[in-house]
């Protein structure tokens, strides 16, 4: 942030000229910092993804309020500035500001972790389940991901090809014959995913050890952060969007945060309580979508990195 930008957000949010800013953190499309001020607790300020639109924002802050008194999980809270707005814009960006969660990131690379975020995913999917009408809402503001929500082959291809980074990528990625291909494979990976269209309930939609905090005393979970992906849609989502990630530390890990997750769903009244074995089976078919999902993204804000272009396509092929 720029000195006018600080100045700004001071004043929207009724801080004192000397909040000290340090940057806090990255997701993938914005940033936080936090701000230390003197004689007062700190404070937490995230420049939203410039993808969401403000009414994406708020209806993420609406399921966030609802949150705090559903789940045994702390999560952010957006505080309300000067004109009791809890989205303020600067320079085109828009920025929110929250209390501080107290806790650390757990190492990622214990079976343990894994183990433990697994169980947290559980119980959260369960009491979003059981709560689901409260938050219908978000089914029209925040659509699930659907050939309707997704660009075709044939305009990511358009825009792929005017891109600097193309010019380092495979030829054959760059043909209309690869992209009927992948348009077809994304057709049958709907389609599967189809088959748990009546398991959807709020899900986080970006979970994984990064996202939660452990207390630093007892070590136990105590909050889950990040819900700028929150949406209504299938729960398989925010199990399989981890697994991978995980398997690329250890496949030990993965396996230990999938299997944890579906322990701890045992005798509940989550539907995928009963779909282990079907659910396992679509989780192929959720790192297909979700592989489309993060290359579309990549191409549409023309982030020009070349090998992890050509990595998404690798595993789109």
Partial sequence: MNKQEIKLLDEAFALPENTKWSSFGE????????GEIDGDEPVVLRRHNPNRTEEQI???????????????????????????ERVTEVEGAHYSLFELIEGETPPLDKVETCKQSGQALANLHIKLWEERDAFKFAEEERPGVSKETLKSGAELLEVLSEMEASKNIDGKYLTSEYWTDVEASLNDALG???????????????????????????????????????RWDLP??????????????????????VDAYFEGLKGSSHPLAARENETRDLMGAVQYVATYKEFELMVENHLDEPDYLAQLLEQLA
């Fill in 27 to 34: 997701g993938h499309a914005n940033e936080t910092w936090l």
């Fill in 58 to 84: 708020l209806s993420e802050f609406k399921c966030l309020d609802l949150l705090h008194d559903l789940i045994g999980y702390e999560v952010p809270k957006a505080l309300y500035g000067v004109n009791q």
């Fill in 192 to 230: 599967a995913l189809a088959k748990l269209n009546e398991t959807k309930h709020l899900i986080h939609g970006d979970f994984g050890p990064p996202n939660t905090l452990i207390s630093e005393n007892s070590g136990e979970l105590v909050g889950i952060l990040d819900w700028d992906e929150c």
């Fill in 236 to 257: 398989v989502y925010d199990v399989a969007g981890v697994y991978p990630f995980l398997c690329e530390i250890d496949k030990s890990l993965g396996e230990a945060f």
